[in-house]
């Protein structure tokens, strides 16, 4: 049985993986919520990519909470809940590439930003999207949070596990949620864990199935867990604000990988949310966005934020 939180082995990434085609770049759909201002205010574009297997979707009540905050302040905000390409609403693709899921975010900026600094936010595969945009594109960002993920090779070892318990369950028989979670109850302890796979379920002719391209995103793994930025982009670096929030339950982001987020985010803080995993932003939220809020809207030396 499979826990939410497992360990990280690192793995080179094999040499065909890089010489493979780029597709084009696909629009993704979002979901966008806006403080309540006149449409020709200007606001400050905040865009959230979510992890593998997740959506946009996930980030809802995060982004409820900043938005609240950010009309206290009477600073606009928009915040854009991003699907990336095979996950969520947004379409499908053979390419599950890092390099092509960075283009589809320099498209979705370019067609629904004002293309003012953004702050971009990316948990985990996100993370790993969001780390190349800014180092390719430094000056369209103007804040940077990273959560839960390295710029070095990270391999899940439990991600070959859930996409092939995922592929073999037979959903044609399956009636109700109840019975896809009976299902996946004895490969899957945490309920958590099986709450966040079933949100990838649909209904679609009197049939359970899975949303996302279960196999393109296997296929795509090697690339995914391989990819190492700091070998990529050695010399380069962002230099803008960033911050890069870990679970403390989490081996994803280890004190062995501080130097490799130095080396290219030379203006990183680190932060650590207490008693929480992988998903730090839904495990303790409270404490997660109160670290987010200060990040993006620091106190002046009079205890101001703005």
């Known amino acids: 049985m499979l826990h939410i939180t497992t360990l990280i ?3 080179p990434l094999s040499r065909w993986q890089w010489s493979r085609p780029i597709s084009k770049a696909v629009a993704l759909k979002s979901q966008v919520i806006a403080t309540n201002q006149l449409p020709h205010e200007k606001k400050q574009d905040l865009i959230i990519l979510h992890g593998l297997l997740g959506s946009g979707t996930n980030w809802s009540t995060v982004a409820k909470d900043l938005i609240a905050t950010s009309k206290s302040l009477d600073l606009p905000l ?7 390409r095979n996950h969520g609403h947004s379409p499908h693709n053979q390419d599950a590439s890092i390099q092509s899921m960075t283009e589809d975010l320099d498209l979705y900026i370019k067609t629904r930003t004002d293309q003012a600094p953004i702050i971009l936010l ?15 594109r430094p000056h369209s960002i103007d804040k940077l949070v990273i959560v839960d993920i390295t710029p070095e090779p990270s391999q899940d070892s439990s991600h070959n596990y859930i996409f092939d318990t995922l592929l073999s ?17 004895p490969k899957f302890e945490d309920v958590g864990l099986r709450r966040f796979l079933m949100m990838n379920l649909i209904f679609v002719n009197g049939e359970y199935k899975w ?3 279960l196999q393109s995103l296997k296929d795509g793994l090697p690339e995914i867990h391989g990819i190492n930025l700091v070998q990529q982009f050695g010399g380069k670096t962002f230099d803008g604000k960033t911050l890069f929030i870990r679970g403390g339950r989490s081996h994803y982001v280890q004190d062995k990988n501080l130097p490799a987020i130095k080396a ?23 404490a997660f966005v109160q670290v987010l809020k200060r990040f993006i809207w620091p106190s002046d030396e009079n205890g101001q934020q703005g």
């Not at 990316?122 to 390719?136: C, F, N, Q, T, V």
């Open 9 to 11: 082995r690192h793995t």
């Open 169 to 185: 369950t037979d959903l044609s028989k399956m009636k109700s949620m109840k019975e896809v979670d009976n299902i996946l109850a």
């Open 122 to 136: 990316g948990h985990s595969l996100g993370g790993k999207i969001s780390m190349r945009y800014a180092l390719e």
């Open 264 to 286: 290219l985010f030379p203006s990183s803080t680190v932060e650590t949310i207490a008693h929480a995993g992988h998903w730090p932003h839904a495990e303790q939220k409270e």
């Open 78 to 84: 928009r915040i854009h809940m991003l699907d990336l």
């Open 211 to 213: 949303r996302v391209p």
